[in-house]
């Protein structure tokens, strides 16, 4: 009975975030990051106008109860995209946001770069490489009784992608202006990142991979936390 209580209260909290953790459990690792992330507002209000369309968009698929796809592209698929598809993914799980099915596309095709891996690594991810060409397959993993995610370079038309009612989230400078129309996007929506390969092979690489990591964690973060739930 004291358990039943304790869930119908919970459940009145907004999204249902607390309730989620009797539910089923993100690596605490992970949990742990975004404790950290979500405890600082570090989102500046300009920086929450940019963000509102993907939250417009999000809102209306909930509302609608329709399938949510999102599409993050840049120009190699290497390193922001998949950062952003990965913690869009997990805060959408986190807030309890059902439907959600995020992806990664570029413009051309190279390689998860390892250090986009290892960061996810250092917030708490499994990941294994289940190929070894020179663009392999990852699984990365947040939670035990959760389907991967799969983590490959492509091209944002690959067979893997949604080809239809999906926001194409572009995540970098380049991309946006060389990919002014997406097809069959429902929308296009520009959120960029500044690229953390400018400090590959420099004493500051790991550190500014992270605070790149955690820029997108705190904001998918952000967005997914506004979103209105039935």
């Known amino acids: 009975m004291k358990i039943q209580i304790l869930l119908v209260a919970l459940l009145k909290k907004k999204n249902q975030v607390a309730v989620k953790t009797l539910w089923y459990m993100l690596f605490q690792k992970i949990e742990s990051k975004i404790d950290s992330l979500i405890k600082v507002d570090s989102i500046a209000n300009e920086r929450k106008v940019e963000l509102q ?8 698929k909930v509302s609608n109860n329709a399938t949510i796809n999102l599409n993050f592209i840049c120009t190699h698929n290497s390193r922001r995209s998949h950062l952003s598809q990965v913690w869009a993914q ?5 807030y309890n946001v059902k439907n959600v099915y995020c992806y990664s ?6 390689a998860l770069f390892p250090m986009a891996a290892q960061t996810l690594i250092s917030s708490g991810f499994q990941i294994v490489k289940l190929s070894e ?5 990852y699984s990365i993993k947040y939670a035990e009784n959760e389907h ?8 944002y038309d690959n067979d893997f992608n949604p080809k239809s009612e999906f926001a194409a989230i572009m995540t970098c400078n380049n991309a946006d202006v060389g990919c002014p129309f997406i097809p069959g996007a429902d929308k296009r929506i520009p959120v960029k990142y500044k690229d953390p390969k400018t400090f590959d ?3 500051q690489q790991e550190a500014k991979y992270e605070e790149r990591s955690n820029q997108i964690a705190s904001e998918m973060l952000y967005i997914f936390s506004q979103i209105k739930l039935k």
């Open 133 to 137: 060409e020179s663009n392999p397959v």
């Open 105 to 110: 596309g570029g413009t051309e095709a190279t």
């Open 148 to 155: 991967p995610i799969i983590g490959f370079s492509k091209t």
């Open 53 to 60: 369309p993907l939250i417009d968009f999000v809102q209306e």
């Open 201 to 203: 092979n420099t004493p």
């Open 90 to 94: 997990i805060a959408a799980y986190y």
